[in-house]
Nanobody, 123 residues
Framework: QVQLVESGGGLVQAGGSLRLSCVASGRTFSTYTVAWFRQAPGKEREFVGGITWNGNIDYSTSVKGRFTISRDSAKKTVYLQMNSLNPADTAVYYC?????????????????WGQGTQVTVSS
């Protein structure tokens, strides 16, 4: 198990940018696949994007081209750079992790969750 702590959320105007960070602690992080999910009010949690331990990255179609995921294994940190934000991106963003090589896109595939960080985009 790893413990995950997200930071970097906040209020931003449409068209702006934010960078979320997810810092892991606990057991070795190097073999973990890490992803970001988000949950908007009244909606299901949805996959945003993720990165495998060996650097493979994928994004949902709704954020592809605007969001970028990167990983600093030495710092046990994964970043989500979010550009060109719009009000539809408003949600609580969760960092999740699983010990495995495959990047999964469903919530039940991840057993390590952060507490979430709120991102609000005003129009």
């Amino acid at each position: 198990q790893v413990q995950l702590v997200e930071s970097g959320g906040g209020l931003v105007q449409a068209g702006g940018s934010l960078r979320l960070s997810c810092v892991a602690s606990g057991r070795t992080f190097s073999t973990y696949t890490v992803a970001w999910f988000r949950q908007a009010p009244g909606k299901e949690r949805e996959f945003v994007g993720g990165i495998t331990w060996n650097g493979n990255i994928d994004y949902s179609t709704s954020v592809k081209g605007r969001f970028t995921i990167s990983r600093d294994s030495a710092k046990k940190t994964v970043y989500l750079q979010m550009n060109s934000l719009n009000p539809a991106d408003t949600a609580v963003y969760y960092c999740v992790a699983r010990n495995g090589v495959l990047l999964k896109t469903t919530t039940y595939d991840y057993n390590n969750w952060g507490q979430g960080t709120q991102v609000t985009v005003s129009s």
